[in-house]
């Protein structure tokens, strides 16, 4: 039986038939059986109804059932944990928070799935592969313990109607990062006035609550030449001076734009939906978010969506590009799984890149594919004329530099990210008084005694 744990009507959208000539899927000639699938919720009904119609036509195509059960991210994250612990596991789980990937690796929670990887790994983004090749402390060593369905970056997103309305245009924007972001602090003085009483220029997520506030403040590092502070060996590099200057000025821009009141007082206690929903009621003129959640919300909305405009991390201070943060959503096969040749099967035909690119697209783009080959050739993804904001989301993710989140490094970063060590740091500034510079020197203390716990051997 499928079950839907919330939203029973949902309205279909599958977008334009790729472009080039792509491979039949492979489908398995063997007995029908069946698989047990948990899938994250998506976020608009299109991408439920497209993961369903991948379904349906796997199983014409196999002869075999998925039994799917589909559940918003947070319960699935609560429902993972209890199975990996309990044993009671289903055949395969997508992962409800990129970084449950690297944190249940570690543990040895999952079955290596290198050989599904293989079946694609000549197109995979190198990113892709490298966010899914984590480290297990059992076999001291990395694996495939995920499949790669589909990537994200963290873009801007801002309101061109409020651009204007305060006596700017779009052209006007600034390009390097600074200036970009000052460029948007006057806003709300001249709106105000204009009958957005209660709106502000920024939407910055701060809070301990949810991945935005990390994702945010990480992104503020990268621009600042803090990229470094982990590197891809799993080595934590918390006495880089790059670093310790990055994160100074990276908290002193965020607390001096929160004491001078450029952010709604509210973002304390904001989760991960509150940006998008500020933005959304024009309370912000700026907001900084993952995927494009933000602009497929208003897709059924012509006016507001084509009102957006997106734009991707951008360029430093000295006009170089600014590196963005990569993540996969991954399928994983937990121990315990009764149907694993099945559930490698069914991965196997998720990246297939028609399959693949079908299913991302009848999402209506918020994920983008895990493969250059299918935004290459299909159009629909980077034709500006087609979509204002995907050309923007591939440009960056695909083709930008990019790299995997640090929890793909070092499973050590997921507790940092956990634990909100930096966006204690921001409200030790704002709510006690301390000085950036010490609020940082603690935090990375405390990041060195996480990376104390997980140590990776050499390889």
Not at 104 to 122: H, L
Not at 140 to 163: D, E, T
């Amino acid at each position: 039986m499928k079950r839907l744990t919330r939203r029973s009507v949902l309205r279909g959208s599958l977008g334009v038939i790729a472009a080039g000539t792509i491979a039949r899927p492979y489908i398995a000639n063997a007995a029908a059986k069946t698989a047990t699938v948990w899938w994250t919720q998506g976020f608009v009904p299109e991408e439920d109804a497209a993961f369903r119609k991948m379904v349906a036509d796997y199983e014409k195509a196999s002869g075999n059932k998925i039994d799917y059960s589909i559940i918003p991210f947070a319960p699935l994250r609560q429902k993972t944990i209890s199975a990996l612990t309990s044993g009671v596991v289903p055949d395969v789980i997508e992962s409800s928070a990129t970084q449950i990937l690297a944190e249940e690796a570690w543990d040895d929670k999952f079955i290596d799935v290198g050989d599904v990887v293989e079946t694609q790994k000549s197109k995979f983004l190198p990113n892709a592969l490298l966010a899914a090749h984590c480290y297990n402390r059992a076999v001291k060593g990395r694996r495939y313990y995920g499949v790669p369905i589909n990537c994200a970056i963290v873009p801007f997103h801002y309101w061109k109607s409020l651009v204007e309305k305060a006596g700017y245009k779009v052209s006007d924007v600034p390009k390097t990062f600074t200036k970009f972001l000052d460029f948007f602090k006057p806003m709300q003085t001249k709106l105000r006035p204009k009958g957005y009483r209660h709106l502000y220029s920024y939407g910055w997520e701060v809070s301990t609550v949810g991945d935005d506030p990390t994702n945010t403040f990480h992104a503020w590092l990268f621009a600042y030449g803090g990229q470094g502070l982990v590197t891809e060996d799993g080595k934590l590099h918390a006495n880089d001076p790059k670093v310790r200057e990055a994160a100074i000025k990276a908290l002193e821009y965020f607390s001096s734009v929160f004491k001078e009141g450029y952010v709604p007082p509210g973002v304390v206690n904001w989760n991960d939906a509150d940006d998008n929903n500020a933005f959304h009621a024009k309370q912000v003129v700026i907001d900084f978010d993952g995927t494009l959640s933000t602009e497929v919300a208003l897709f059924h909305n012509k006016a507001e969506y084509d009102d957006i405009v997106t734009r991707g991390i951008g360029l430093n201070d000295e006009g170089k590009p600014i590196t963005s943060q990569f993540a996969i959503n991954s399928g994983m096969l937990p121990k315990g799984a009764k149907n694993v040749a099945l559930a490698k099967e069914f991965l196997k035909y998720i990246i297939e890149p028609k399959v693949n690119n079908d299913w991302n697209k009848g999402g209506l783009g918020r994920w983008f594919p895990p493969m250059e080959e299918i935004v290459k050739n299909d159009p629909w993804w980077t034709d500006p004329k087609l979509d204002p904001h995907r050309p923007i989301y591939i440009q960056t993710g695909v083709y930008g530099p990019t790299q995997p989140f640090w929890f793909a490094y070092n499973p050590a970063y997921a507790q940092v990210m956990a634990e909100h060590t930096w966006n204690v740091a921001w409200a030790d500034i704002v709510s006690n008084g301390m000085k950036p510079s010490a609020a940082v020197d603690k935090a990375l203390k405390r990041i060195e005694a996480i990376f104390a716990k997980y140590p990776i051997a050499a390889a």
